[in-house]
């Protein structure tokens, strides 16, 4: 779960049900929230959580290395974790009929929209926004991560604070691991907002998805698979910056002869351009790849349930 919520295309409520534990996972949020102090319930969020945490802080310098090095190569695979999915949410889902069907054309309209929205205002670049847009995106990555089908680090990139978080993420690691106390305290600005909104959200959704999924649980379902199946029109590997020129305004800052140099390359403008057929051949394995690795999870966790 928790290198799902650092990938945008896995949702970690997708891997949640893949190893079988989702039900119980939603079971135990619920009970704390409603001051049902079990414990079996406390071992079960307490190990989720550790590991979470574990694996978000260990993977988080990997994924900014890789996002800033291989962005091509990043977002094809994340394109085929998310698709891999896709199958998962249709077996949920089916027989879809009217309520389902609605659901998916809703949730695909939806998506479109945020992608169309992202990349209509250029997408945000590392210091997008203040704190209550910190505690939005972790509400709403949060929201989406206990969601199958739904990546929250996915809606994270669309509202432009993916890379400032894991940036974020990784530099207090890195301060945490040199005792640097005075690093630590620049990161909660970003952490601690971030932090908050992600228990909101955890604790709103996993309330709210009890009532759901039982009264609308099809409907639910295919606003869901519309959402996944949407996804990765966002996700378009094939996109470079584009140097500014004195007079844009990047970052909301206008850009002249004494700061371009400045600029830093990740609030760029960005551009599509036409990939070599080399690449184009690694994106497209690279996708296959990743949509394998969802349904292997899948398949093991299914295994592992019977």
Do not use: C
């Not at 698709?83 to 479109?112: F, Y």
């Amino acid at each position: 779960m928790g290198i799902a919520n650092l990938v945008p295309g896995i949702s970690g409520g997708t891997m949640l049900v893949a190893t079988g534990i989702y039900t119980r996972f939603i079971d135990a949020v619920s009970d704390i929230t409603r001051f049902r102090w079990k414990l079996p319930t406390l071992i079960v969020l307490g190990v989720i959580a550790a590991a979470a945490l574990v694996a978000i802080g260990g993977l988080a310098g990997a994924i900014s290395y890789g996002l800033g090095h291989a962005r091509w190569a990043m977002y094809s695979a994340f394109i085929g974790l998310t698709l891999g999915g896709a199958p998962l949410l249709w077996r949920m889902v089916r027989p879809m009929g009217a309520g389902g069907l609605a659901g998916l054309i809703v949730g695909g309209v939806v998506m479109l929209a945020l992608v169309l929205l992202q990349t209509r205002e250029g997408g945000g670049g590392p210091g997008t926004g203040g704190t209550a847009m910190l505690v939005i995106g972790g509400a709403a990555g949060a929201s989406a991560m206990i969601l199958p089908g739904v990546s929250g680090a996915y809606l994270l990139l669309l509202l432009g604070l993916y890379e400032p978080i894991i940036e974020s993420i990784k530099r207090l690691v890195e301060a945490a691991k040199s005792a640097s106390a005075s690093g630590v305290t620049a990161e909660l600005g970003v952490v601690v907002p971030v932090g908050v909104g992600v228990v909101i959200g955890v604790v709103a959704v996993s309330n709210i998805l009890r009532v759901v999924l039982h009264r609308y649980e099809k409907v639910t379902l295919g606003v869901l698979l519309g959402l996944l199946l949407a996804a990765p029109a966002g996700l378009y590997p094939f996109r470079e910056g584009v140097a500014p020129k004195p007079g844009d305004v990047v970052a909301g800052v206008i850009v002249n002869d004494e700061n371009i140099d400045e600029i830093d390359p990740k609030h760029w403008a960005e551009r599509v351009y036409t990939p070599s057929a080399g690449r184009a051949a690694a994106s497209l394995a690279l996708i296959a790849g990743g949509f394998g690795v969802t349904l292997l999870i899948d398949r093991l966790g299914r295994e592992k349930s019977a």
